[in-house]
């Protein structure tokens, strides 16, 4: 079974500042998708950035990048320059090539002005 | 394009009733997913349809639960009997098809069970 594994509950960045989330992920498959969701408080999920396994370079979104370490089954997301509006549940997830996504615990980011 | 459409947001019920909750997608998206979503964790798979046929149910998905997507439209997800267990947030999701297939949300309709 695939698994998603965020090991942060909670991460708090000064606004300006960097901050990382920790995702790790349990697969067999050589080919498929990881993406980070982002989850204002009381609006819907939206998508934040996406990484296509057999692409070694790591994506970038403007102020957002992943660390895509496939090896080690890991993907982080780094966050510069952090705003107010940053502040949310940001949700690790994955996607094999069958339909199902398979999404971690989640990490709530908490800006601090 | 409105995006993906929920109602209710909120639906408060005792125990034993039925429920409905109601999912609009985005309207040239024939992929179309349910999930649960309880306090401090992340979405659980519930069921997919593409187009009108549901494709996959997860386990969680007891037989008091049923979804339905006729037209390969708008989509309900019925749950019978309701339990205190089914209190959590049920999220709706569309996407086209192909890969990586971007998931796009509703806000989610919350289920209280007293």
């Known amino acids: 079974a695939q698994t998603v594994t965020q090991s942060q509950p909670e991460m708090s960045v000064q606004e300006a500042e960097t901050v990382t989330l920790s995702c790790t992920y349990d697969t067999s498959e050589s080919d498929y998708y990881l993406f980070w969701y982002k989850q204002p408080p009381s609006r819907q999920m939206i998508l934040v950035i996406r990484?296509?396994?057999?692409?070694?370079q790591n994506a970038t979104e403007n102020r957002f990048s992943v660390n895509f370490q496939k090896a080690a089954k890991s993907f982080s997301l780094k966050i510069s320059d952090s705003q107010l509006g940053d502040a949310a549940m940001y949700f690790c997830a994955y996607r094999r090539t069958g339909n199902q996504f398979y999404f971690g615990t989640g990490t709530s980011l908490t800006v601090i002005p | 394009d409105t995006g993906v459409s929920q109602n209710p947001r909120h639906k408060i019920t005792k125990r034993g009733q039925n429920v409905t909750f109601r999912c609009d997608p985005i309207?040239?998206?024939?992929?179309l997913y349910w999930y649960r979503q309880t306090l401090g964790q992340g979405p659980e798979f519930l069921t997919y349809?593409?187009?009108?046929?549901?494709?996959?149910k997860s386990r969680l998905l007891s037989d008091r639960f049923s979804a339905e997507r006729p037209k390969g439209s708008f989509s309900t997800l019925e749950i019978q009997r309701t339990e205190q267990g089914d209190s959590a947030m049920y999220l709706c999701a569309s996407s086209t098809r192909g890969f990586p297939g971007e998931l796009f949300f509703g806000e989610g309709s919350r289920l209280t069970v007293l």
């Open positions: 309207s040239e998206h024939n992929r």
């Open positions: 349809f593409q187009n009108e046929a549901q494709l996959e």
């Open positions: 990484q296509e396994a057999y692409k070694q």
